[in-house]
């Protein structure tokens, strides 16, 4: 359908546009991702691109080992040349939402330990403004015993309303590639996303935050006339 061909077209371009040979490329987590590990294993055989990927949670581990890409970790690349991730949306600034799959933790982690942070996506997370189209709200890993205070705090100190994130396929609360839960706090007004973003990091009990500020290097977008749109 057309917002898979703009994910593939999103991805492709991404990778062709920003991976070259002997690099160690970050991997990012959820759907549109899949296009561009697809990509880096065409490229990886066509071109015999000597690569490692080092992948930002268990799903990107086995994307990694089931297109038999070399397997690496920030242990022996501390420091990425291009991360590759989706995003939930992306406003005029490149502040992203992400964490709508469960990873931002390691996601963020990976980008913030690249030379380059590349988003793709289609084109229904091409926002002026973040709450403008992705309506879940910013996804907070917690600490389980601290998730009802944490709640509290945001809903208070912020608005909104802060939400449990509870599995679909298991009993109970979503457990991430960490062990521990995630809140969705759905968020009234459009705040200032730096300062935000750094105050609910310092709640204790709060691991991380979906917001990821002044990081990401540019975005391809999959439209749905089939162009890539790119925004620096
Ligand atoms: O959970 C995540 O952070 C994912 O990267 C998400 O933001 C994008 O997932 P999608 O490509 O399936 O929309």
């Known amino acids: 359908n057309m917002a898979e061909e703009a994910?593939?077209?999103a991805a492709y371009s991404a990778v062709d546009n920003n991976v070259q040979n002997n690099q160690a490329v970050g991997v990012g987590s959820g759907s549109t991702i899949v296009y561009a590990v697809d990509r880096l294993a065409e490229r990886v055989?066509?071109?015999?691109?000597?690569?490692?990927c080092v992948p930002t949670s268990f799903?990107?581990?086995?994307?990694?080992?089931?297109?038999?890409?070399?397997?690496?970790d920030l242990e022996r690349h501390p420091e990425l040349?291009?991360?590759?991730?989706?995003?939930?949306e992306v406003d005029a600034q490149l502040t992203l939402i992400k964490g709508g799959g469960g990873c931002l933790t390691q996601e963020k982690i990976i980008a913030g330990n690249s030379k380059c942070f590349v988003v793709i996506a289609d084109y229904r997370k091409d926002?002026?403004?973040?709450?403008?189209?992705?309506?879940?709200?910013?996804?907070?890993e917690v600490i389980p015993m601290a998730y009802v205070p944490v709640s509290r705090v945001i809903a208070k100190r912020f608005g909104g309303e802060v939400n449990l994130r509870m599995a679909v396929s298991k009993a109970g609360p979503v457990v991430t590639d960490n062990s521990n839960f995630i809140l969705d706090w759905k968020f009234e007004d459009v705040q200032n996303w730096s300062e935000v973003n750094t105050a609910i990091k310092m709640i204790p009990g709060v691991v991380e935050t979906?917001?990821?500020?002044?990081?990401?290097?540019?975005?391809?977008?999959?439209m749905e006339d089939g162009s890539v749109k790119v925004r620096k």
């Not at 799903?59 to 690496?72: D, F, V, Y």
């Open 7 to 9: 994910k593939k077209l």
């Open 45 to 52: 055989r066509q071109e015999k691109l000597n690569i490692v």
């Open 59 to 72: 799903q990107a581990r086995q994307l990694i080992l089931q297109h038999g890409l070399a397997l690496s």
């Open 81 to 88: 040349d291009v991360a590759i991730d989706g995003a939930d």
């Open 127 to 140: 926002s002026s403004v973040l709450g403008e189209q992705w309506k879940k709200g910013v996804p907070i």
């Open 210 to 222: 979906g917001l990821f500020v002044n990081m990401a290097e540019r975005a391809y977008f999959g």
